[in-house]
């Protein structure tokens, strides 16, 4: 049993690091932040509703970028894999299909946990900088907006000196940018003063965040599935439909899943990604309480046990063949 749980840990350390190491993620990833950093200072005609506008725009980003990423990852975490030889390299060790499809899910579904705490953390800065009405709070700006160029500065330095890797080395410290922006924003109001930490900041989009995480999760686990079969190109494609699908399956499914058959079947199997977003309850005071994210994390593991095990069914009857 400590042999297997070893192997899984293995694997999915081994997927986590191949994931960070591929040169789209970073660039996907670093355009995520750095765009949503300049939200407060691109978004126009807000009558008002700045810090609305730009919490919003930045909780879809999160949301969408999140999709590309998962699919991508997907595919050069399985399909390319098999294609070059290693997932058949691999199994001509003792390692059974299933712990291997599992790994996988695993490796990936960390870092994008990583990348989902990154964007909600860039998605609280961004919307405190646009909070005060006719002017930016530079207090959050500055050191939100420096992130991306630090990091890279940084890694570009690392690697010319040491020759360690650039693009993991980017990854790292993003996320470690982001970490220090949030911890000097939280100190300073948007007068420069020092006051108590977290008070400037409108902590109520975690919730939001953690929802959307949870639901990138969930579609991250269907590309894998779809991995096993298809490139990058339909996966996406089909991931992207399922997106579109899962936010109006209650309008289009569940008005008419207690009366037709068909409707109920597609309404269960397809996930309901609509209860994933709930930027509208952030309106105001209101919020999102953690009961019903917990709610939320129940339906999301259950739909996750039900399409990996889909996949490792699927993934357990292919023909894998090492490299010619």
């Known amino acids: 049993m400590f042999w297997h749980i070893k192997q899984f840990i293995a694997l999915t350390r081994l997927t986590a690091l191949e994931a960070i190491r591929q040169p789209v993620f970073l660039l996907l990833m670093a355009a995520a932040v750095f765009f949503t950093a300049l939200l407060p200072l691109i978004t126009a005609h807000t009558l008002g509703e700045g810090e609305r506008m730009v919490r919003d ?10 999709l590309v990423l998962g699919s991508y990852l997907a595919c050069a975490a399985l399909q390319h894999e098999i294609r070059r030889g290693t997932v058949a390299a691999i199994l001509s060790k003792p390692v059974s299909r299933g712990m291997l499809f599992l790994a996988k899910f695993g490796g990936i579904a960390f870092v994008m946990l990583l990348f989902s705490a990154a964007l909600t953390i860039t ?3 961004s919307t405190r900088a646009a909070a005060p009405e006719n002017f930016v709070d530079w207090w959050a700006e500055g050191p939100l907006v420096a992130t991306v160029p630090v990091a890279f500065l940084l890694a570009g330095l690392i690697n010319y000196f040491t020759r360690r890797p650039f693009v993991s080395n980017a990854f790292v410290l993003l996320v470690i940018a982001l970490g220090a922006a949030l911890l000097t924003a939280g100190f300073m109001n948007e007068a420069g003063q020092l006051v108590a930490w977290g008070q400037p900041l409108s902590w109520k989009i975690l919730p939001a965040g953690a929802l959307i995480a949870l639901a990138i999760l969930v579609l991250a686990a269907i590309a894998l599935v779809l991995a096993t079969r298809l490139d ?9 439909v399922i997106f579109l699908l899962g936010l109006m399956s209650d309008y289009f499914l569940g008005r008419q899943a207690a009366t037709n058959k068909l409707a109920a079947v597609l309404y269960g199997v397809i996930p309901n990604l609509q209860q994933f977003w709930l930027a509208d309850a952030l309106a105001g005071d209101g919020g999102i309480p953690w009961s019903y994210v917990g709610a939320a ?14 996949g490792m069914l699927i993934f357990g009857r292919m023909e894998v063949r090492s490299a010619a």
């Not at 725009?57 to 999140?66: D, I, R």
Request: proline letters at 3%.
């Open 57 to 66: 725009s930045a909780l879809a980003l999160q949301f969408v970028a999140g």
């Open 123 to 125: 998605a609280l800065l």
């Open 297 to 310: 994390a129940l339906y999301a593991s259950l739909f996750l046990v039900f399409v990996l095990a889909l």
């Open 232 to 240: 990058i190109v339909p996966t996406l494609s089909l991931c992207s």
